[in-house]
């Protein structure tokens, strides 16, 4: 790890943090049950949104991601051209291989083996949603996962922001040629308020932020602010979770084995692509805190673009719109325990990392 990077490492867990799939399983239960009996209050909170983009939802997302952007000092952001590698492996993941393994993944589950459990008319709207997930590569949470992770926060917000350069030009053919489209109306209205709310303005509020800390205080004024904004960040995730599950919690009580057999693609798709991305960026010799990032990336979806999407093409009460909300109700806890995996697999992956960066260098 570079000594940059180093300035701007996560200590390590508290108690809080160690607890969090606890907490995250109990804030789906609260979301669910609200949803189902105080549906009128969460109506009227969906309804608060911009090309829909919910703005609650992006609030509590910004309290999610300023933290780790105060942490950047962008006068070093160019070290991250040195590892180019990463970057390769992530974009080649994201655009070439995810999309495609969901695809098949979705003919193999929700047209061949699930299909007889599942409601006709809605098996391609299903598919759909998949694809719709699959193709939207993660923004703002990947920055929890990277926090959570130890991971480099310059590359990853490099890694996040090219996504997003990406994402405005393939969305909408991926999809179209996933799903056999000759056209697909794509929300794109949607995905730049998505990436200027989630990243423009908060990439500019943090730095000047930081500047004015810095400026007053020193490094210990931004250092007590990060310490006081941590935990916060996590509540916040909480509450997107309580939110996102109360719109959909009528939905979820009344098809508990479509979600069931909805999750079981989702699932083998983010273990096997951000296993694909961990081991090829070990086979090349990338430090841990980078190729963390690199598969938590990889694998992780932008969900509030993918239901966006969804309902937009399909409408609310869609199978795709339901497909989507199973992402989102797959994308925390599995992506806890892909964090915990990279975690606790760092002595293997630095012993092998260590021995490229040596027969490279020899």
């Known amino acids: 790890m570079s000594a940059a990077s180093e300035t701007v490492a996560r200590p390590a867990l508290g108690g809080f943090e160690r607890?969090?799939?606890?907490?995250?399983?109990?804030?789906?239960?609260?979301?669910?049950?609200?949803?189902?009996?105080?549906?009128?209050l969460f109506k009227t909170i969906g309804a608060i949104e911009i090309a829909r983009v919910n703005l609650p939802v992006g609030a509590l997302i910004w309290v999610m991601i300023v933290p780790m952007l105060l942490k950047i000092d962008f006068s070093a952001i160019s070290q991250v051209r040195s590892q180019w590698r990463a970057i390769a492996v992530t974009v080649a993941v994201n655009w070439a291989i995810k999309p495609f393994s969901m695809a098949l993944l979705g003919w193999l589950f929700i047209h061949h083996l699930f299909a007889p459990y599942l409601p006709t008319d809605q098996i391609n709207s299903y598919f759909a949603g998949l694809i719709l997930l699959a193709a939207a590569p993660c923004t703002a949470m990947v920055f929890v996962w990277s926090?959570?992770?130890?991971?480099?926060?310059?590359?990853?917000?490099?890694?996040?922001?090219?996504?997003?350069v990406i994402m405005i030009f393939a969305f909408g053919p991926i999809v179209a040629l996933l799903l056999g489209l000759a056209s697909i109306t794509v929300p794109w209205e949607t995905l730049a308020i998505s990436v200027t709310l989630y990243i423009v303005v908060p990439v500019l509020v943090a730095q000047i932020w930081r500047r004015g800390l810095l400026a007053r205080g020193g490094q210990a004024a931004l250092d007590r602010t990060l310490a006081a904004l941590h935990r916060l960040s996590l509540l916040a995730l909480l509450a997107t979770l309580v939110l996102l599950f109360g719109f959909q919690g009528d939905v979820i009580i009344r098809q508990p084995l479509v979600i069931a057999m909805l999750a079981v693609p989702i699932l083998i798709q983010v273990y096997f692509n951000s296993a694909l991305a961990y081991w090829l960026n070990r086979r090349l010799g990338v430090a841990h805190c980078v190729a963390c990032p690199s598969a938590l990336i990889g694998a992780s979806n932008f969900f509030e673009l993918a239901v966006a999407a969804a309902i937009s093409l399909f409408g609310f009460e869609s199978g795709a719109a339901l497909a989507t909300v199973v992402g989102v109700l797959i994308e925390v806890p599995v992506m806890l325990s892909v964090v915990k995996i990279v975690n606790r697999s760092r002595p293997w992956y630095e012993h092998r990392s260590r021995r490229a960066v040596a027969s490279a260098g020899s």
């Open 19 to 40: 607890w969090l799939t606890l907490w995250v399983f109990l804030c789906i239960a609260v979301g669910v049950l609200l949803g189902k009996l105080l549906p009128g």
């Open 147 to 164: 926090r959570l992770s130890d991971g480099d926060p310059y590359f990853t917000l490099t890694q996040v922001a090219l996504n997003d």
